[in-house]
């Protein structure tokens, strides 16, 4: 792989106690280019901005995808990724339904482990520190034909991140607006999903709730996602959370919850879920709790439930499911305990 540095290192420039989510970003980019039926030419170069025709087929027909995982530091300086292989699937399964050429796994883990390592200083140790990796592709044929694009780019961005509390999360059941419909690309982290979310969540803001929770597009009674989350619900002691369908994206967290609940003993259930259950079971008292689960904050305890005009709040547990298991997650990631599952993986430099 070909590397070329940049001339001098902005790390200094960056203030690591005041970072936004998502707006700095390290000294370097990882880049593949797909050009006659073949991907070729990965590279590491200096972070920059890119060039293309104002055709380029993504900015016209949206034919993007993306991903978003994680890099962490343990005390000892070593760092280390949270199942980047099912990033990688992932990436692919959403191409694939989007018509872009798969990307091969070998370039995908040799591009993450080289620039993570060149850009290791950007990664902070400690509690919620760590470097959101950002994998994304798009179509850039320079052409306005509504078709499959026949040339493409592959690019790997990296953000220092910091501990952040994300605030009491209020969410409001989607009874209008579908974030994804059976045969379609709910289930792909394709670009455009996230568009169409856009703006039911600012109508939502302005009611006073921070994310939506999707709904299914036929009835809007099966509770989907919260957001960018996954969501599980705590009715009694037995935690459920909606089967990954057509509609809903396979996440990473949402897996590694399930496996984790399963084995410290909490019964979980992975089935529909539907909002008059989950209103019934509040009214009731038996819905003790319900979280959001994806990388981004791991696990993020809902506080209150919105749905036809009614506020549902949920009371704070002490020893709470989420809690616990947010824990036991963020100690594999940290590198603070035995990881049973082989989920974590050291980053290991591949030529330099
Ligand atoms: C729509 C959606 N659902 C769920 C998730 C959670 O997935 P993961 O745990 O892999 O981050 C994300 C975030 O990636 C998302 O964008």
Not at 181 to 195: D, H, I, L, M, T
Not at 218 to 244: K, W
Not at 277 to 306: Q, Y
Request: aromatic content about 12%; some cysteine.
């Amino acid at each position: 792989m070909k590397v070329k540095r940049a001339e001098k290192s902005r790390i200094h420039d960056i203030n690591f106690d005041t970072l936004s989510f998502g707006e700095v970003f390290t000294d370097h980019m990882y880049v593949c280019d797909y050009v006659d039926g073949e991907w070729i030419d990965p590279r590491i170069i200096p972070y920059q901005p890119l060039q293309m025709d104002p055709s380029a087929s993504v900015l016209h027909y949206g034919q993007a995808v993306f991903e978003g995982m994680k890099a962490y530091k343990d005390e000892q300086g070593s760092a280390w990724l949270f199942r980047p292989e099912d990033n990688h699937a992932r990436i692919n399964k959403s191409s694939v339904r989007l018509a872009i050429p798969e990307f091969p796994k070998a370039y995908f883990m040799d591009g993450l482990n080289e620039l993570l390592t060149i850009d290791k200083d950007w990664i902070r140790s400690g509690e919620g520190n760590s470097l959101y990796v950002r994998p994304f592709v798009f179509a850039n044929q320079a052409a306005v034909s509504a078709t499959a694009s026949n040339r493409y780019q592959f690019i790997i961005i990296c953000s220092p991140v910091k501990s952040y509390y994300s605030g009491e999360v209020n969410v409001l059941v989607s009874e209008n607006y579908s974030r994804a419909a059976s045969g379609g690309v709910g289930f792909a982290k394709a670009a455009g999903n996230y568009a169409a979310s856009f703006y039911p969540t600012q109508l939502a803001l302005k009611e006073g709730y921070q994310q939506i929770i999707w709904t299914d597009a036929s009835t809007h009674q099966y509770l989907e996602e919260c957001g960018t989350m996954n969501v599980f619900f705590r009715v009694n002691d037995t935690l459920i959370t909606a089967p990954t369908t057509d509609t809903i994206l396979d996440g990473i967290t949402r897996k590694s919850v399930i496996q984790i609940a399963q084995d410290a003993g909490i019964n979980v259930e992975v089935r529909p879920v539907t909002v008059t259950e989950i209103i019934a079971a509040h009214k009731n008292g038996s819905l003790k709790e319900v979280f959001g689960a994806g990388t981004a904050v791991v696990i993020s305890p809902i506080n209150s439930i919105g749905y036809k005009g009614e506020n549902y709040l949920i009371e704070k547990q002490d020893h709470s499911f989420a809690t616990i298991i947010k824990e036991k997650i963020v100690n594999i990631q940290y590198n603070l305990s035995e990881d049973p599952y082989g989920w974590r993986k050291e980053v290991v430099a591949v030529t330099v």
